[in-house]
C-alpha cells in the first residue's frame, strides 16, 4: 500500500491563482481531511469527509473548497490564492470501522503565496 | 466543541532525563485523545491513543500517557530522553481530530 499520497510536494503561487492540492489513499478509508501547518498554531482541521458525496467544514474552512466524488481522492481547492494561504498543507484519512481508528498522514505539501 | 491545551511550546531536557510533555483537553463527551509526533520536516506519526480501554496508555519508542478524567488531562512522559526524541509533539482529541499547538522537544546531550 502506498498509504496517503500528496501532490504536488512544494508550490509557489501567484496572488489570485487557483489551483489544486491533490490527496489520494488506497486504504479503502471512509474518512479524509485536510489540515494546515503553521508555526506556533499547531495543525488545524480545513475540511473533512466521512464518505464520498459527504463533506463537512473543519475551523479554517474560508477560502477552501473540496469534493468527495470517490472513496480514494480528496482534492482541495483554492480559487483565489491570498499570501494567508502560505502554509503546509497535510491531507489525513482513517477507517469509520471499529470504533476510533488512528489517523494516517500523507507526506504535506508546502505551498507559498506571493 | 472539543479541544486541547499543551501547556509549554518548548521544554529542553538532558539526554537520560524524565520527559514530560502536559495536555490538558475540553470535552463535553468521553474524548478519544491522541499523541502524534513530527520530525523536522516529515509528516506526523501516531505515538499512542486512548479510546477508555485503559487510562495509563503505552505508545511506541518508551512513551507513555495517563488518562485523568478528574483532571482533564492526558500528559506524555518518557522515563528517559534520548537525542533522537528530539521533535515536535501534538495532542488531539477527536472526532473530528482536533490538535493542540504542539510542543517542541529539545535533549541536551
Known amino acids: 500500500n502506498a498509504g496517503v499520497t500528496q501532490t504536488p510536494k512544494f508550490q509557489v503561487l501567484k496572488t489570485g491563482q487557483s489551483m489544486t492540492l491533490q490527496c489520494a489513499q488506497d486504504?479503502?478509508?471512509?474518512?479524509m481531511s485536510w489540515y494546515r501547518q503553521d508555526p506556533g498554531m499547531g495543525l488545524r482541521l480545513i475540511h473533512y469527509?466521512?464518505?464520498?458525496?459527504?463533506?463537512d467544514q473543519g475551523e479554517v474552512p474560508n477560502g477552501y473548497n473540496v469534493s468527495r466524488s470517490t472513496t480514494e481522492d480528496f482534492p482541495l481547492r483554492l480559487l483565489s490564492a491570498a499570501p494567508s494561504q502560505t502554509s503546509v498543507y497535510f491531507c489525513?484519512?482513517?477507517?469509520?470501522?471499529?470504533?476510533?481508528?488512528?489517523?494516517?498522514f500523507g507526506p504535506g505539501t508546502r505551498l507559498t503565496v506571493l | 466543541a472539543q479541544s486541547v491545551t499543551q501547556l509549554g511550546s518548548h521544554v529542553s531536557v538532558s539526554e537520560g532525563a524524565l520527559v514530560l510533555l502536559r495536555c490538558n483537553y475540553s470535552?463535553?463527551?468521553?474524548?478519544?485523545l491522541f499523541w502524534y509526533v513530527q520530525y523536522p520536516n516529515q509528516g506526523l506519526q501516531l505515538l499512542l491513543k486512548?479510546?477508555?480501554?485503559?487510562?495509563l496508555v503505552k505508545g511506541i519508542n518508551g512513551f507513555e500517557a495517563e488518562f485523568k478524567k478528574s483532571e482533564t488531562s492526558f500528559h506524555l512522559t518518557k522515563p528517559s530522553a534520548h537525542m533522537s526524541d528530539a521533535a515536535e509533539y501534538f495532542c488531539?482529541?477527536?472526532?473530528?481530530?482536533?490538535f493542540g499547538k504542539g510542543t517542541r522537544l529539545s535533549v541536551i546531550a
Open positions: 486504504m479503502n478509508h471512509e474518512y
Open positions: 470535552s463535553s463527551v468521553p474524548p478519544y
Open positions: 469527509s466521512v464518505g464520498a458525496g459527504i463533506t
Open positions: 488531539a482529541v477527536s472526532d473530528p481530530l482536533v
Open positions: 489525513a484519512s482513517r477507517s469509520l470501522a471499529g470504533g476510533l481508528d488512528e489517523q494516517f
Open positions: 486512548y479510546t477508555s480501554a485503559a487510562t
